[in-house]
Nanobody
Framework: QVQLVESGGGLVQPGGSLRLSCAASGTIFSIADMGWYRRTPGEQRELVALITRDGSTNYADSVKGRFTISRDNAKNTMTLQMNSLKPEDTAVYYC??????????????WGQGTQVTVSS
């Protein structure tokens, strides 16, 4: 089993920055895609950013140019650097990890969530 620990959330003013971190540990086979999702009350979970094993990235249009996702395969960690934060970025952010067990089997893991609040 894989355990995910998230950190880095908090309260910031509009225009500020935060860095979220996700650390994976346990019985890891081979982590494929990793990503960050967010959810606000009454809304569907939204993909914020994803990153593949080799570093290819994809971002939601709403955060493109402001957020940067990265990973360290040696450390099994992932970060989300969030700059120029807006009130609409306020949400609970969740780390997602896909562990490739075999050619045809992937185990999906989720972090506990970390609150990001952007307010003046």
């Amino acid at each position: 089993q894989v355990q995910l620990v998230e950190s880095g959330g908090g309260l910031v003013q509009p225009g500020g920055s935060l860095r979220l971190s996700c650390a994976a540990s346990g019985t890891i086979f081979s982590i494929a895609d990793m990503g960050w999702y967010r959810r606000t009350p009454g809304e569907q979970r939204e993909l914020v950013a994803l990153i593949t094993r080799d570093g290819s990235t994809n971002y939601a249009d709403s955060v493109k140019g402001r957020f940067t996702i990265s990973r360290d395969n040696a450390k099994n960690t992932m970060t989300l650097q969030m700059n120029s934060l807006k009130p609409e970025d306020t949400a609970v952010y969740y780390c997602n990890v896909n562990d490739q067990i075999s050619v045809a089997r992937i185990r999906v893991y989720w972090g506990q969530g970390t609150q990001v609040t952007v307010s003046s």
